[in-house]
């Protein structure tokens, strides 16, 4: 059997299809993910195939262009939709030709459904937003909870909606159609600690625990990390992850987190795709940048995390069992940020605008202070290793093609 995963976006998007596609390699004959040109050397390291979906688009473009129209709710909205819309016409005949050849398409939210409609193919989605997940209203007794929970879904319908049935329209297919083939089993990738389980979903919808990878055989830090790790203490991680900003703005950061480093009396480990290794602002014995190093393996030498909250950092984060501080940099990221600091598993959420190296040097601080989090994301981290969530979804991905 050959199995096809259908995803667009950034690393931190493409990254828990390469944990499911290394765990469905256990069945499935042949694994593909298919997504942008440019994540080809990403995927390679793990041992999967890739397929390249659409034009090679610059990533590092499109993650500044992601933070600049961040400045509202509203326009980050907006961006975000045109992006996905756009980039899914743009893969739609590369997603269509895969399908063709696949017993399974597994997608990236909506990434793939409409080419699996229309070859005939099973459709699984994976999905790390639940707003956009198949539901079923006024199921429970309580008549406030459920009018919520239907007004939600008529203003992610209102947003959503329109864009979702002119993409469809452009290929013959409506929304009545893609509901004929519903109920579809849908997968939600996060730890059942973090994301309860709501009697509005439709029961073909399952939590599994998040999507891990290990850390690629060929993987060896180089010299200089090691001798950094070597030298002290554990330091601090600071990582914006995919995170692009303009250059200026790019430095303006370093320069705010090198301050705070020294008023915390903190050393660290940055990853900040957008800086030049040769900055100056670099020459100091208490941070070293890093490029491309597995988290799986990297948040084992750290003893906190600074970063920006994106999907898959803050997966890695919470099994790793250590606090973090947030820095969210868009709107799916502050929410995030929100809701595990809340849970007492991140300090408050600091604003990145203006002079802030003085707000994150009492946040490390005080998180490496507070014992009552560092136990809590100890305890946590526990329960989330023992969840296994790839090999829970290869297992319902099994008995739904059964």
């Not at 195939?49 to 499109?62: L, N």
């Amino acid at each position: 059997m050959n199995a096809i995963l259908t995803t667009i976006g950034s690393r931190g998007d493409i990254q828990p299809y390469i944990a499911l596609g290394t765990e469905l390699q256990k069945h499935f004959e042949t694994v593909s993910i298919v997504t942008h040109p440019w994540a080809a050397p990403i995927i390679s390291q793990y041992g999967l195939t890739h397929i390249p979906a659409g034009p090679d688009i610059d990533i590092h473009y499109e993650a500044r262009q992601f933070v600049a129209h961040s400045k509202s709710k509203m326009e980050g909205m907006k961006y975000a939709l045109n992006f996905i819309f756009d980039n899914l016409h743009k893969c739609h005949k590369d997603f269509l030709k895969a399908a063709e050849n696949a017993d399974v398409v597994i997608g990236h939210g909506i990434a793939g459904q409409l080419e699996a409609y229309i070859t005939g193919k099973p459709y699984v989605t994976v999905s790390i937003e639940t707003m956009g997940l198949q539901k079923q209203f006024w199921v429970t007794g309580n008549i406030l909870k459920e009018a919520l929970v239907f007004l939600g879904a008529k203003v992610g319908a209102a947003m959503f909606g329109g864009p979702y049935k002119k993409f469809l329209s452009d290929y013959d297919v409506s929304v009545k159609d893609i509901q004929s083939r519903e109920p579809y089993l849908a997968i939600v990738p996060i730890s059942k600690e973090i994301q309860p389980i709501s009697n509005n979903w439709k029961k073909e919808t399952v939590v599994t625990g998040y999507f891990y990878a290990d850390t690629p055989q060929k993987f060896s830090p180089d010299e200089k990390l090691k001798q950094f790790l070597a030298s002290g203490e554990k330091p601090v991680l600071i990582t914006c992850g995919s995170m692009f900003h303009e250059k200026k703005e790019s430095r303006r950061m370093l320069s705010e987190f090198i301050k705070a480093l020294e008023n915390s009396d903190s050393r660290a480990i940055l990853i900040m795709a957008d800086i030049d290794k040769d900055d100056k602002l670099l020459d100091n014995e208490s941070v070293i940048l890093a490029r491309e190093v597995p988290y799986s393996w990297l948040l084992n030498q750290v003893s906190l995390v600074v970063h920006h909250f994106g999907f898959g950092t803050t997966a890695e984060t919470l099994r790793a069992g250590i606090p973090s501080i947030p820095i969210p940099h868009i709107m799916d990221q502050q929410q995030r940020a929100k809701q595990i600091s809340k849970m007492g598993f991140a300090t408050k959420p600091i604003n990145l605008k203006g002079e802030f190296s003085g707000h994150l040097a009492k946040a490390i601080k005080d998180a490496n202070d507070d014992k009552a989090m560092k136990d809590a994301c100890v305890a946590l981290a526990e329960k989330i290793q023992q969840e296994n969530g790839r090999a829970f979804a290869r297992q319902k991905i099994l008995s739904y093609l059964q």
